[in-house]
């Protein structure tokens, strides 16, 4: 069993950033997919971006060019920083981690799976 705890979320003006991270209970960061997911109220969970291995990066359209999704294999962590934060962007986040050797080619932004996940962390934007 592994345990995701993000961290990160807070209340911020349009324009603004902020980085999300994501810490897992168990040495786990390179052998399978790890992926940044969010949900804004009444809307489905969205696939925001992931990581391959601890290499491999994959961006949804709206994160391009604003997003960027890493990891520390030592700290057995996972980020994401994000700049240029829009009221759009308002969701809670959630990370979320596949099977062992899972790969994000396959798991892309199909929710049913991943494996585990955190209990989420707020990011609110305001015009």
């Known amino acids: 069993q592994v345990e995701l705890v993000e961290s990160g979320g807070d209340s911020v003006q349009a324009g603004g950033s902020l980085r999300l991270s994501c810490a897992a209970s168990?040495?786990?960061?390179?052998?399978?997919?790890w992926g940044w997911f969010r949900q804004a109220p009444g809307k489905e969970r969205e696939g925001v971006a992931t990581i391959d291995f601890g290499t491999t990066t994959t961006y949804a359209d709206f994160a391009k060019g604003r997003f960027t999704i890493s990891g520390d294999n030592n700290k057995n962590t996972m980020y994401l920083q994000m700049h240029s934060l829009t009221p759009e962007d308002t969701a809670t986040y959630y990370c979320?981690?596949?099977?062992?050797?899972?790969?994000?080619?396959?798991?892309?932004?199909?929710?049913?799976?991943?494996?585990?996940w955190g209990q989420g962390t707020q990011v609110t934007v305001s015009s």
């Open positions: 979320a981690i596949g099977g062992l050797g899972s790969s994000c080619t396959f798991l892309r932004w199909d929710v049913a799976r991943y494996d585990y």
């Open positions: 168990t040495y786990t960061y390179i052998s399978r997919c």
